[in-house]
């Protein structure tokens, strides 16, 4: 089995799951919108197109004639996914899963009108007028994000009138392609966000990994660690929401699906058809397979071993703080901690807060997965990525 697989979009998530790809001999052609993007530098071939731009798509494909297509990011002209899909291209984990995630609006009413799945409660808005008639409505305090974006760009809470303009203004600087729409959502009072890793399959069953508990700051991911305790009533809700709104979007592949937890509570928050960020902690060896290589096996429909926790272990983001080409320093003191180990993406320039590593840590049965945290976060501060 050799299948050629474009990758759209080349970022760390997708460098991962190429490593597991070229594991298994298959061919990849990484595609971002700049050059030397992390995927590229270990993919085949490479290809620098804006994946809005479908024209570029269509000469992609006719170029490279994939088997596969595997979409990294929601940026992408979706309706071309579908074309594809339709010429007999298997679209990852399907053509309405990467139009349906693409637009915030499009998975929450899918969710929350058609599948009935508890969720915050929320309004749209395309215009400054629309957008304080919505927060009337949802009241304050409100979280408020661009129906597009990745990686929580343009998401705010909005805790006063005052606030308004501004969270405004970031939403659109932070929307991705040319829809200019957020939604605001009621803000939940929750305990803690957790990732739900669920892997569709083509004639299996839908499998779950254990809970991975993770902190957002600026709407991004900095820690997270698996397991997190979920009470079982509520990790099997969890369950059956994730089951439900991953048949309904079809295909094969990994899915992240985001939760707020409460303490007697659980609803429903966002869904990525991929990787997701928060998952880089299954590098730390907490589970058979990691979430890059479940993926795979699921593309290709590949058997994939029961899925349950081998030991618990907690990944910390390592963040640029300046501007220009990275230098990397500090791996010697950060690999000298026990259970450590470090990830650098080769992103080719920095800027403030960007990815550009993580830090995993692993430990033994019945450690403390907090405490494995506390762990990551010093091993990834003795470590920088900066001119």
Known sequence: MRKKILLLGSGELGKEFTIAAQRLGQEVIAVDAYDGAPAQQVAHAREVVSMLDGAALDALVAKHRPDVIVPEIEAIRTERLQAYEAQGVQVVPSARAAAFTMNRRAIRDLAARELGLATARYAYASTPEAFRAAVREIGLPCVVKPLMSSSGKGQSVVRAEGDLEGAWAYAMSGTRGDLREVIVEEFIPFESEITLLTVTQRGGETLFCPPIGHRQERGDY??????????????????????????????????????????????????????????????????????????????????????????????????????????????????????????????????????????????????????????????????????
């Open 222 to 387: 900095q820690e997270s660690w698996q397991p997190h305790p979920v009470p079982a009533p509520l990790l099997e809700e969890a369950r059956r929401m994730a089951g439900a709104v991953t048949r309904a979007l079809g295909g094969a592949g990994i899915f992240g699906v985001e939760f707020f937890l409460g303490k007697d509570r659980i609803w429903f928050s966002e869904l990525s058809p991929r990787p997701h960020d928060t998952g880089m902690v299954t590098l730390a060896g907490t589970q058979p397979l990691n979430e890059f290589e479940l993926h795979l096996r699921a593309v290709l429909g590949l058997p994939i071993p029961p899925i349950a926790l081998v030991r618990p272990g907690a990944s910390a983001v390592i963040l640029a703080h300046g501007t220009g080409a990275p230098v990397v320093r500090g791996l010697e003191a950060a690999l000298a901690e026990p259970g450590a180990d470090v990830r650098i993406f080769g992103k080719p320039a920095l800027r403030p807060h960007r990815r550009m590593g993580v830090a995993l840590v692993s430990g033994a049965p019945g450690d403390d997965p907090r405490a494995l945290v506390e762990r990551a976060k010093a091993v990834a501060a003795r470590v920088s990525v900066d001119p």
